[in-house]
């Protein structure tokens, strides 16, 4: 397996590729690069020369990096015209955006892994691309090292996706997981988890949920061939999930997953009774699912994407979601794609949107709902509560009584109801003589 | 969701689309792109017309195809030279090879579902498409709807994947799965999975291992970047998988499954010292993996395979690996990247085989070995049979003894060895006086 410049064609100029971004990923991206070359030459058809890393700060310790490369100067970098691939690894919304945008004014592809830029503003990246000529690559902006864009931009692009349900964050799973096995609180494990590495000094976007919701749009518009933006995505997060939520999950056979939902919704009947057009929901939240469901067995900071299609059935696909060389596999892999794509001068696919199916809103979005009271132990307070569910259309399927000294825990689980339904109904509770308090409200999903 | 000629380029010409074989395969993909026409014109960029559809047979009923449409002449189809697209579903040899191998010469890129086919002379199907400047895509030929051919040869094609098993063959996975879960025996179980539609009258490509061994050799030149044919692959099937071997695997926490494994193998240390380069093994055989592994959960007819690489760690990909619709999905999948490519003058990757890498004699693979002896119970025996293992260098790892009337049962688990060195050291204990008989053999894998 050794290659030799004799197995590639006479005089073939290398391909030039810049990197912005020099942290954990963008370490082993340049190191993977460096190491590998000539199995990166081999598979590319040219050589693979890289022309500069752009860093925050010169003078940090970079062990196995060429000190040559690197510049603080991103904006010239980016500009250079004779640079084919820039892959960008910063993050968040600026600088990153103008730097792509400007990347691709001057000619170059783009590989990112940002997930919230492509979340808030990927219609802007892509019609960049299509004016350029360019190609735009993202696979490591969602689920780390697991193949999911590329299935769902092309594998998947003869069939109906009907839904994508993703547990598409480590460091929650790894949280939710942990107080699953060992009954511990959520305060606790957030702390531990930081300790060992898997949640941030600032955990917020992790654990309330933004970092799901951006993946959740990207998903979104990918399977259903709409634009979907983070904004549109609704969103609740961890920190308000308690031990006793999980152990009344694992009473009903269920364990407690952040799921990133996208899914078409049922059509609504129109007025003169034909079916309307189906709308998109997309929210992310923590949900209860059974034991059973493929999604349950996701343990750790491991990630994994369920996919259901009108052909295809039920697919899922499962790795591990983030870190340096899981998130750097997926970035080389669109880098190799990319450079073949210059090579044979072609390019790869462009946004696609046609659907243009609404965002619906999350009042109408349909499930089930398990439900937890301190309520009265008084002579009829189940009739009471189950009057006021009945009131607002909601169908209870169970209830669990557990009595307490004069007060009583019970436990609803309910039938498929709206979100809006349900809310009215809480809120209802809430005013009742007889409710002390509505400890907790989770959404049951995955049946 | 209405797309409309307006949203099309003006006067966007058709792609014009033929598919060869219209068995449920065939009758699914010609369905799904008559009834969702629309969809696909506005994924592609262009509309898709379906100019012909090879059969075998004009007379028999076939719901919902238009019969203006089939003809029994698909050498005069793929001669056309208005043929943008051949989508290929006769399955075999010949006539499929002469067939594609036309259909490129006459300027048509080809989709394909046969694995029997790409594992037997892929290189010349690469090659032919490589001169005409046409596509070749084929990622039904491997595991049904679960997108694992473009993972490999795209999304994976910078990293280094060091290890691909799968289940492959869902007729052996559902008669194992219902063999360990029913402990019945092998026999009857295939009877009613014939019964049930999970396997065909004649059985002999899936139980033999003739189907996952096609399959392995298309993942492992993938995955390897080398040419690995169906005739490299080392092969047994399941016949001899007795209820007796189930009920041992499950004492010791493991099922059996048919696996299709392609691995790297540990590079030899050369003459000087240095190290050889890495081969390659792939071998399809029934192995006792432990309850504990991801692809330990695959029930019924799914398919899984789980993959290793270097910075990628492990990914799983889960899904139908059979049927008309998960088939066809994966099939329209590839017609509408194709059909892109076509809109955008691009081309797909072609055959990646720089690394040539050897493929080992299964003499040289090194796995661990489940063993059944029925010996004679006197003492002494198990000295006896300890000697001959450590004669032929294999380590004993656990040793099980169980009497009956004057007879023993031996269940011995090896450490890693060589093939070599174990069958050497079966045809020394079938020597011995005191070896009634060596009931099983099989191999342990995925610890």
Same mark, same amino acid.
Request: glycine share 10%; net charge negative; hydrophobic share 45%.
């Given at each position: ?66 000190? #040559? ?37 001057? #000619? ?23 004016? *350029? ?13 697991? $193949? ?32 699953? @096995? ?10 531990? =988890? ?17 970092? *799901? ?57 129109? *007025?003169?009774?034909? $079916?309307?057009? /189906? =709308? ?13 469901? $493929? ?18 059935? /039920? ?8 870190? #340096?060389?899981?998130? *750097? @596999? ?22 696609? @949107? ?49 009595? /307490? ?11 498929? =109801? ?30």
């Amino acid at each position: 397996m050794n290659v030799t410049d004799a197995d590639l064609p006479a005089g073939a100029a290398p391909l030039r590729v810049a990197v912005l971004g020099c942290g954990v990923v963008g370490t082993e991206v340049v190191t993977l690069l460096t190491d590998q070359a000539d199995d990166f030459a081999a598979r590319v058809g040219r050589p693979i020369e890289l022309v500069g890393v752009a860093v925050r700060r010169l003078n940090k310790v970079r062990p196995g990096i060429d000190t #040559g490369l690197l510049t603080v100067d991103a904006d010239a970098l980016v500009r250079r015209d004779d640079v084919d691939v820039v892959v960008e690894l910063i993050g968040g919304i600026e600088p990153a955006r103008t730097l792509i945008l400007t990347a691709m004014e001057h #000619g170059a592809s783009v590989v990112t892994a940002n997930k919230a830029l492509l979340a808030e503003d990927g219609t802007t990246l892509y019609a960049a691309a299509e004016k *350029a000529g360019v190609d735009l690559y993202f696979e490591a902006a969602v689920a780390g090292a697991i $193949p999911i864009v590329r299935p769902l931009r092309e594998s998947l692009v003869g069939d109906e996706i009907t839904s994508v349900i993703g547990i598409v964050n480590g460091t929650t799973n790894y949280i939710l997981d942990k107080m699953d @096995s060992e009954g511990s609180g959520f305060d606790e494990t957030l702390e531990e =988890a930081q300790q060992l590495g898997y949640a941030e000094a600032d955990p917020t976007a992790d654990i309330e949920g933004f970092d *799901a919701a951006a993946k959740a749009a990207i998903l979104s518009s990918l399977a259903f061939h709409s634009r979907v933006s983070g904004a549109d995505v609704y969103r609740e997060g961890i920190t308000d999930v308690t031990s006793g939520d999980i152990a009344s999950a694992a009473e009903m056979g269920c364990v407690v997953k952040l799921l990133a939902i996208c899914a078409l919704t049922e059509p609504a009947e129109l *007025a003169d009774g034909s $079916p309307g057009e /189906r =709308a998109v929901s997309v929210r992310v939240h923590p949900a209860m699912i059974p034991r059973s469901h $493929p999604l349950a067995t996701v343990r750790g900071p491991y990630n994994a994407v369920f996919v259901e299609s009108r052909a295809a059935g /039920r697919l899922m696909f499962t790795g591990p979601g983030a870190g #340096g060389p899981p998130t *750097a @596999s997926a970035v080389l892999g669109d880098l190799v794609t990319v450079c073949r794509n210059r090579v044979r001068g072609a390019a790869g696919p462009g946004e696609s @949107s046609y659907a243009q199916r609404k965002v619906s809103p999350i009042g109408e979005v349909v499930t089930r709902y398990h439900l937890s009271l301190d309520v009265a132990d008084v002579a009829g307070v189940l009739a009471t509560i189950a009057g006021v569910f009945s009131d607002y259309g909601v169908s209870i399927q169970t209830v669990r009584q557990q009595g /307490r000294d004069g007060d009583a825990r019970l436990v609803i689980v309910t039938h498929r =109801a709206t979100d809006a339904a349900l809310s009215a109904t809480v809120e209802a509770l809430h005013r009742l003589d007889v409710v002390n308090e509505v400890t907790s409200v989770m959404r049951v999903e995955g049946e």
